[in-house]
């Protein structure tokens, strides 16, 4: 099992740049989470997902942020027009079903310059 | 919604010695709360978990304690090491607010040798 994949590893853009952020879940698992680390504030939910539904997405910060999950094996958070107070660590995770615990991604760091 | 309140923030012990960290949550209906370990640069990585219906759950140096009537659980590591330095994060689902958890803000654990 290779875990939760997520893509690019780190990602540097400018101010106004569209970024698209992806996560290939761990097969089989029905829930897919896309969390934000940022010193300040910790580890927020943005969007979450079962079985391919988008069903709270009450953390997105602004209309600026989409997310989709177009199949059970993919899923991408896109930030346009992206801003440097977007800057952190975007961690995908999923679970089996609901009430488990999740398994994170390796995080994608964004830097917008 | 849930509220889950970590502490202490920074905790500091000589190797050998038992840490202790504690959380607080709000939402009587969470039934679920799961311990996270991120050490630096990585994916934060579940290291235990215990849900409602048990007071205390153990594995090896581990422990996790949970009091449903105070609303309160607790990380418990014995005989500490210093690959245990870290950040831990506790968290709560509760199945009635969207069956998503929610992190306590960290604790940074420095296990000194």
């Known amino acids: 099992d290779a875990g939760v994949i997520q893509s690019p590893r780190h990602e540097v853009t400018e101010m106004g740049q569209e970024v698209t952020l992806r996560c290939k879940p761990i097969?089989?698992?029905?829930?897919l989470f896309w969390y934000r680390q940022t010193m300040m504030r910790g580890l927020e939910l943005l969007i979450y997902f079962n079985n391919n539904v988008p069903i709270d997405d009450s953390g997105m910060p602004e209309d600026r942020f989409s997310a989709k999950m177009p199949n059970a094996s993919f899923s991408t958070l896109k930030i346009q027009p992206s801003e440097p107070r977007d800057s952190a660590v975007y961690f995908c995770?999923?679970?089996?079903?609901?009430?488990?615990?999740?398994?994170f991604g390796s995080g994608t760091r964004l830097t917008v310059v | 919604g849930e509220n889950v309140e970590q502490h202490p923030s920074t905790l500091s012990v000589q190797e050998g010695d038992s840490a202790v960290i504690k959380c607080t949550y709000s939402?009587?209906?969470?039934?679920?709360f799961p311990w996270y370990k991120q050490e630096l640069g990585k994916r934060p990585q579940l290291i235990i978990d215990i849900r409602s219906n048990v007071g205390e759950k153990k594995d090896q140096r581990i422990a996790v304690t949970l009091n449903k009537t105070a609303k309160h659980f607790s990380l418990h590591i014995t005989e500490t090491q210093p690959e245990d330095s870290a950040v831990y994060f506790c968290a709560a689902l509760s199945m009635e607010y969207g069956n998503k958890l929610v992190f306590g803000a960290g604790t940074i654990l420095r296990v000194k040798s």
């Open positions: 995770a999923s679970s089996l079903r609901t009430g488990e615990g999740y398994t």
């Open positions: 939402d009587s209906a969470s039934n679920y």
């Open positions: 097969s089989g698992h029905n829930s």
